[in-house]
């Protein structure tokens, strides 16, 4: 893979598609290493630093795993292996390594964890993470939470970009 500036990002990707171009978010805190298939991220500038935000469920496997995180990666897979998005958006970590059987090659001698496989990976340094506060949103958007809490919001500065260069 290659690494371009920051800057670059948005010449590869629509920031506005990721619901339609998943994405899968991967981090390790030293122990365990597991990712959720992502459908929202928010792109722009934090602190006067570029960033990425992800969005992690409270009631997901991978929550413990970002909350000891010091980097995550958000991974966009090539159109040959976008089967495996299906794959961890439906596979907890809880019930098996999704690491070691999704089939891709886990790249970890980086910041943090990402596939090899993929066709465009930020790297991101958590700069800070807070809970979603239902009581401040739209009325249509507080039914999502309801019954199973908030998620929680991992603010990062992006510190790499990597493309496939094929």
């Known amino acids: 893979m290659k690494e371009i500036h920051a800057k670059e990002l948005f010449s590869h990707i629509d920031p506005f598609a990721i619901h339609e171009d998943p994405a899968i978010a991967l981090a390790t805190d030293g122990k365990e290493t597991n990712g959720l ?49 299906g794959y961890f958006g439906s596979v907890s970590g809880r019930d098996e390594n999704k690491m070691e059987k999704c089939g891709l ?19 991101c340094r958590v700069m800070g993470r807070n809970d979603f506060d239902p009581d401040s949103v739209d009325a249509g958007v507080v039914g999502w939470y309801a019954r199973e809490g908030v998620h929680t919001l991992y603010h990062g500065e992006i510190v790499k970009v990597l493309i496939a260069e094929d």
């Open 37 to 85: 298939t992502i459908g929202w991220a928010e792109y722009g500038v934090l602190w006067s630093k570029p960033a990425a935000t992800v969005y992690v469920h409270k009631t997901r496997y991978s929550k413990h795993i970002f909350d000891g995180a010091e980097y995550y990666a958000i991974c966009y897979l090539k159109e040959e292996n976008k089967d495996v998005l």
């Open 105 to 123: 090659t886990a790249v970890t001698d980086d910041l943090a964890p990402y596939f090899a496989e993929s066709k465009l990976v930020v790297i």
